[in-house]
């Protein structure tokens, strides 16, 4: 699993500053940017679409342009969607959150939160006692930098540091040969009796995902449980 870095290492990475001994300077103060996940913007597939419009520019004045080399630009695209185009396919409120696709899509919250979502109900997850809303958040974001092809769409307004139903962080996890697009909304969400995880993964093509949002729930929020055993 990655080594989580500290907000501190980060600023020093991007400010420059090269700490160490006997060195005269101090450690610049933590940085007042965003939340750093370690997540890749999702701005790759903006970059394909890009090159799909100067591919198809480049045929439309005659040139002509191998297969070979079509393939990888086309194929992000074609398959996949520029991820702006989903954004209203994410989740920005559970508290809102009132159905979802059961054949597609699966969903664990912590008791008291999204019980109204149906069909079909959500699972229940477990809560973190005794751990913050940012510990739990730090956890879960370790784990999804391990997993291949997840990209960070969006964050909430003050990064969620509070946590609720409506601090809902947007992710997407490509598939890897077609590059389909699996939506993520995530919350951590303070509860009586410690701090839960909303996990909402849901595909955006076919009517079936033959499991597979289930499958990276299960497994994401069990190294998550792993993490802050």
């Known amino acids: 699993m990655q080594t989580y870095t500290s907000h501190t ?19 610049p103060p933590p940085p007042t940017a965003a939340y ?4 890749p913007a999702d701005t790759p597939y903006a970059a394909s679409l890009a090159a799909v419009v100067l591919t198809a520019f480049a045929v439309g004045k005659g040139v002509r342009v191998p297969l070979p080399l079509l393939t990888p630009v086309l194929a992000p695209l074609a398959l996949s969607s520029v991820t702006p185009v989903l954004g209203a396919k994410f989740v ?6 009132s159905s979802r696709p059961g054949s597609n899509s699966d969903l664990v ?40 092809r997840v990209t960070l769409v969006r964050a909430p307004d003050g ?29 951590f969400v ?17 009517q079936s995902d033959l499991g597979v949002n289930a499958k990276r729930v299960d497994e994401w929020m069990g190294e998550v449980e792993e993490a802050l055993a």
């Open 36 to 39: 750093d996940t370690g997540l």
């Open 159 to 187: 990064d969620g540091e509070d946590g609720g139903e409506d601090q809902v962080w947007w992710l997407v996890q490509r598939t890897k040969t077609f590059f389909f697009p699996d939506l993520i909304s995530v919350a």
């Open 9 to 27: 290492s980060s600023a020093a990475i991007r400010t420059g500053w090269k700490g160490g001994r006997g060195s005269s300077r101090t450690a």
């Open 92 to 97: 920005s409120d559970f508290g809102d959150l």
């Open 190 to 206: 303070p509860t009586p009796g410690g701090v839960g995880v909303v996990m909402y993964s849901k595909s955006v093509y076919g």
């Open 109 to 148: 919250a912590p008791p008291g939160v999204a019980e109204g979502v149906s069909p079909p109900k959500r699972r229940s997850t477990k809560v973190f006692a005794g751990v913050s809303v940012a510990e739990v958040r730090d956890a879960f974001f370790r784990v999804a930098r391990t997993k291949g």
